[in-house]
């Protein structure tokens, strides 16, 4: 099980360790954190694996959102819990995102919750939850 929320966990360190994370750093070979950086648009990264930086404070909260999405594509997780996990994305590259891990995982279970309406149309299931709070003062 992998949890993605709104803003990802960053560790101090290498972006090697970033992607890896909960994984020790050097645990995952260097091709598959090349080709998950390249499946989540963030390829310009690959020269930046061994550069230690406090990348919370680099990379955009967007851009920390797709390492999220690389983490779970180099996990394998069996169940993903996204919590407006593509919140600071636009409706393309969140689109993008979810067809990768369908691709990627495509026994995976995903739940996410999020606020856009575009996340229904890439779900199979969706509940909706409405919730309407009347309040009444007694006298």
Known sequence: MLALPQRPYIPLGSLRAVL????EEHAVA???????????????????????????????LGEQQRIGFARAQLMRAD???LDEATSALDEPSEAALF??????????????????????ALH???????????LSRSA
């Open 20 to 23: 890896a994370y909960p994984a």
């Open 79 to 81: 169940l993903l819990l």
């Open 30 to 60: 260097e091709e598959r954190l090349h080709g998950a950086l390249a499946k989540v648009g963030l390829s310009d990264l690959v020269d930046s694996l061994d550069a230690c930086a406090a990348w919370s404070d680099i990379l955009s």
């Open 124 to 134: 199979h299931r969706t509940i909706d939850l409405d919730r309407r709070l009347s």
């Open 99 to 120: 067809r990768m891990l369908r691709a990627e995982l495509p026994t995976a279970a995903i739940v996410s919750i999020g606020h856009r309406s575009t996340l229904a």
